[in-house]
């Protein structure tokens, strides 16, 4: 299973990059001019291959402004393949080890293209699915729907450890977990970029609010994120905002000149508000012996399981007593739950002031005391 962590891997020098710049041309000619390892992350929203046959509209026969641009039109589903995975085994390459990629797509698409990622190497974290709040009703009424889109978010490679930032994604989520279903609306509004007619200028423009979470939850700022389908800039956009660094790569000018006007006017936040939670599992090393030999725990108190449901006694060595067992708080805390095994800091209680508090509240308090925070 793929392992992720939040603690910033070792920096790889981009100075070789052309960092916050698109790039003019073909996505898999560019690609190819970029220097392998050096790519910290790629979100990708290729053409989704959508077979529309002939116009569509709404019942009041006002005209649907469907994708029918020439770059979403492909000869065959053969044809499709092989442009995906020309394109993906590019990014893979540029990717560094501990890089990942997140695609999008729909039904028309998306199946496809998590086929290919596999095959090339891909290890895949999750697939998320985007409930769009607003979406496009299904006018012929043939069908259901279509509320949502399907983001695939994989690592390089099976050892990949991708960054996660999952700690500020709990706080965000008013300390839920964050879950695999996103509900956010499509891009309307101010935020849809038009052009002097009034017309979008780009059919499928994504929200930032998608990419907002998405570089939040698996980047870190000064990380390099490549977008190989750069459209009006949405990934660009959000990247500077946020402190990243990013390449776009485009081929159309129009949508390139709306991307580098819409860039040029975004403020980036200062480094102070960008920092992210570093996750427990990243802080120094305290053992529990620390929280006796500090005096922060005496020998001889007794610790309790949620709702006091077990209880175990504080040995001078450090280990806890229950029945006639006795071991580490991580060992006994597996005993007492009949569990291969479990995370003694967080299982464990002290008693205070009438309350059960976990021992972790302790250690955090034995950091402050050694200076390691």
Known sequence: MSKTTTAPRK???TSALPLDRILVGNCIEELKKLPSNTVDLVF??????????GE???????????????????????AYDAFTQAWMSECRRVLKPDGALWVIGSYHNIFR????LQNLGFWI?????????????????????NAHETLIWASKSEKSRSTFNY?????????????????????????RLKN????????????????????MATSHPGNVVLDPFFGTGTTGAVAKALGRKFIGIEQDKTYIEAA???????????????????????APRVPFGTLLELGLLEAGTKLYGPRQKNSAEVRADGTLKCAEQQGSIHKMGAFVQGLDACNGWTYWHFKADGELKPIDMLRVEARSQLGLN
Not at 44 to 53: I, R, V
Not at 58 to 67: E, F, Q, T, Y
Not at 125 to 145: H, L, Q, S
Not at 178 to 190: A, E, K, T, V
């Open 56 to 78: 569509l509209h709404r019942p009041n026969n006002s005209k649907v402004d469907a994708v029918t641009d020439d770059w979403d039109q492909f000869d065959s589903f053969a």
């Open 196 to 215: 002097n007619s009034g017309k979008k200028v780009h059919p499928t423009q994504k929200p930032e609010s998608l990419l907002y979470r998405v570089l």
């Open 167 to 191: 700690d500020s994604l709990k706080a965000f989520n008013d300390d839920l977990q964050m879950r695999s279903d996103w509900l956010l609306p499509i891009c309307s509004g101010g935020e």
């Open 11 to 13: 920096k790889t020098r």
């Open 113 to 116: 293209v998590g086929s290919i």
């Open 125 to 145: 974290n999750n697939d998320i699915v985007w409930r769009k709040a607003n979406p496009m009703p299904n006018f012929k009424g043939t069908r259901f729907c």
């Open 260 to 282: 580098e006007m819409r860039i040029s006017k975004v403020r980036p936040l200062s480094p102070d508000d960008l920092s992210t939670l570093k996750p427990k599992r990243a």
């Open 44 to 53: 990708a929203d290729p053409p989704y291959n959508l077979q529309l046959d």
